[in-house]
């Protein structure tokens, strides 16, 4: 019952009537110990009293109770940090067993509630079994399904229909994604380019400049993600292979990912490998993932959202995304991560007897982890 602070909202609310614990028995017909019993934790009111003592300090039953079955933002951002740095230090049951338990006490705040899904997402390889890996997986999924039913905020719902169909692709129910996709609309609508104009008509060109920002870096990222997600498909033609991977490279370039967003290139990189892999050019992966190597053993640890001296009016926007600057897993599975998908990748098998592939592995491991860097 720690969650119910009726006696604290009493005290409170009687004082601030400026009434006595007789004054307040006498109104609710009943004796000054009962008053006395309720604001010292010994009893609670009947059930049958609760509105009436709403009613007399006029306040919500959820105010009386002291209940608060919503959480701010930065509240959650707070949570979901705390929560992706204890999977990494506690046994992944009892952190699983505390998302359960915030998620059945929040079950009515939909952002809370989708920031534990993509929590129970971003951690579910740390079961450790691939059965149970699966089970987080629905789990995280059913949480984005009621968020998607249930909430008013029509962005938040498209994020949670989106996350969806990533559990219903890592579940290997392609038919389901397509369902849940294909009659969506891809049309782009870029309201920025209404916004910005708007905003220099009044003369707010800072707020013009910065809503622009936004949205080239958005963009930009949604461009560079599916070129990438496009050069595996186009190993059956090496010629459009090639082509995707010098047109990702020069969009890499041209807005320096390597610092702006090195995690933009790290899935680039493996995907790149693997396609030269497919290709028969055994020479051009390993360069690749020696490139790869360099990135992940450098200096860009901790990895996080922010801008540079092109992006310079992102802080605003970044701060008032629901996880700030911080990325969704924490920064020990990252660089794990970093390691175990080149040595445990099934793509690279056939390197494993090649030197330069066995001293990408070492320096990997060396230098990454235990988050050494």
């Not at 079950?107 to 691939?130: A, D, K, R, W």
């Not at 020069?250 to 995907?271: E, G, Y």
Request: glycine share 4%; net charge negative.
């Amino acid at each position: 019952m720690e969650d119910i602070n009726i006696a604290r909202t009493i005290i409170k609310k009687r004082k601030e009537k400026g009434l006595t614990q007789d004054d307040l028995a006498r109104y609710i017909g009943v004796s000054k110990a009962s008053v006395s019993k309720w604001e010292t934790r010994q009893s609670f009111p009947d059930i049958t009293f609760i509105p009436q003592l709403a009613a007399f300090f006029n306040i919500t039953i959820d105010e009386l109770m002291g209940y608060e079955p919503q959480m701010n933002k930065e509240d959650i951002r707070k949570l979901y940090l705390s929560l992706s740095s204890d999977f990494t230090v506690k046994p992944f049951d009892e952190v699983l067993g505390h998302c359960r338990e915030i998620a059945k006490k929040y079950f009515s705040c939909f952002p809370l509630l989708f920031q534990i899904g993509v929590l129970l997402v971003n951690n579910s390889m740390e079961s450790g079994e691939t059965d149970k890996t699966f089970a987080v997986i629905r789990e995280a999924k059913e949480l984005f399904i009621r968020v998607k039913k249930e909430s008013d905020n029509l962005e938040l719902c498209q994020l949670a229909l989106n996350l969806e169909a990533f559990c219903a692709l890592s579940l290997g129910n392609a038919e389901e994604v397509i369902e849940l996709l294909e009659e969506t609309s891809n049309k782009i609508i870029s309201t920025e380019t209404l916004l910005a104009p708007a905003y220099q008509m009044i003369g707010k060109q800072r707020q013009a400049k910065s809503v622009l920002q936004v949205g080239i870096y958005q963009h930009m990222g949604s461009i560079f993600d599916g070129l990438t997600d496009y050069l595996l498909l186009c190993t059956d033609t090496p010629e459009k292979f090639e082509e995707t991977y010098e047109r990702a490279l020069a969009v890499a370039k041209i807005f320096d990912l390597k610092n702006l967003h090195p995690a933009m290139l790290v899935k680039f990189h493996i995907i790149a490998a693997q396609g030269y892999i497919m290709l028969d050019n055994t020479n051009r992966a390993l360069e690749i993932l020696e490139e790869y190597t360099e990135l992940v053993t450098g200096n860009i640890y901790p990895l996080k959202l922010k801008g540079d001296t092109y992006f310079n009016l992102l802080d605003e926007w970044i701060h008032e995304l629901d996880l700030g600057s911080a990325l969704p897993r924490n920064d020990k599975i990252v660089r794990q991560s970093m390691v175990e998908g080149i040595i445990n990748n099934p793509a690279f098998s056939s390197l494993a007897d090649e030197n330069r592939f066995q001293r990408i592995a070492e320096k990997l491991k060396n230098k990454l982890y235990g988050g050494v860097i």
